[in-house]
């Protein structure tokens, strides 16, 4: 149980374009879902906080315009880049914590975007 | 605000020997601790937590980890290492019921050699 996909798993977009990455909670509802940026050989940064039905809260230095976060449903969360360009590319993670758990966060494969 | 350690970037170890992995932590209130296990291009797996009681923590694939207040410590250990054990492992803290925000340490690379 407890599972989180992702999608794509992998991207290659060109610069000035948007990619939207989708996070799914596959068999438990998410009241909220996290999103992270993992630069090569370092730790997770955490981007945003999304919650079902409210704006995401954005953490300090993330541009919100640039990375749009919508979290329409219990078990959906999508994070667009925006007007991407060659230093968003990275692996994003996102992790969603089970509606009435409130310890564990369950985390995604992960989406490799590299743009072009 | 909290803050997380891992003091070392790569940790060598021969294969059935026992393995520890170092984590400090910085909390203004209670911490809730945890292990992740992270492969090449995966996300991250959970390993194990700690929340409240027992110091010793036991936890997947063998692992446990041991919670020390006086030392602000929660080093992950197993007693015989494996080959497969070779990954990228994360502590992580979370400042009691005041956040839902993980805070990750840099990372520490396990080489378990045959």
């Known amino acids: 149980g407890a599972v989180v996909s992702q999608h794509p798993s992998w991207v290659i977009c060109k610069s000035g374009t948007s990619v939207k990455i989708e996070c799914r909670s596959l068999?438990?509802?998410?009241?909220?879902m996290f999103w992270y940026r993992q630069f090569p050989k370092q730790s997770l940064m955490l981007m945003a906080t999304s919650n079902e039905g409210s704006k995401a809260t954005y953490e300090q230095g993330v541009e919100k315009d640039k990375f749009l976060i919508n979290h329409a449903s219990l078990t959906l969360s999508t994070l667009t880049v925006t007007s991407a360009h060659p230093e968003d590319s990275s692996f994003y993670i996102c992790?969603?914590?089970?509606?009435?758990?409130?310890?564990?966060?369950?985390f995604g494969p992960g989406t490799r975007l590299t743009v072009t | 605000a909290q803050s997380v350690a891992q003091p070392e970037d790569q940790v060598n170890v021969a294969e059935g020997n026992p393995l520890t992995v170092k984590c400090t932590y910085s909390v203004s209130g209670n911490p809730y601790l945890f292990w992740y296990v992270q492969y090449p291009n995966r996300g991250l797996q959970f390993l194990l937590k700690?929340?409240?009681?027992?110091?010793l923590v036991k936890g997947s694939y063998g692992f446990e980890a041991e919670f020390n207040k006086s030392q602000t410590s929660f080093h992950l250990k197993k007693p015989s290492a494996l080959v497969s054990d070779s990954a990228l492992y994360f502590c992580?803290?979370?400042?009691?019921?005041?956040?839902?925000?993980?805070?990750f340490g840099s990372g520490t690379r396990l080489l378990v050699r045959p």
């Open positions: 992790s969603a914590q089970l509606a009435g758990d409130a310890y564990e966060q369950y």
């Open positions: 992580a803290v979370r400042d009691g019921d005041s956040s839902y925000k993980l805070i």
């Open positions: 700690y929340i409240t009681g027992d110091n």
């Open positions: 068999d438990f509802q998410a009241t909220t």
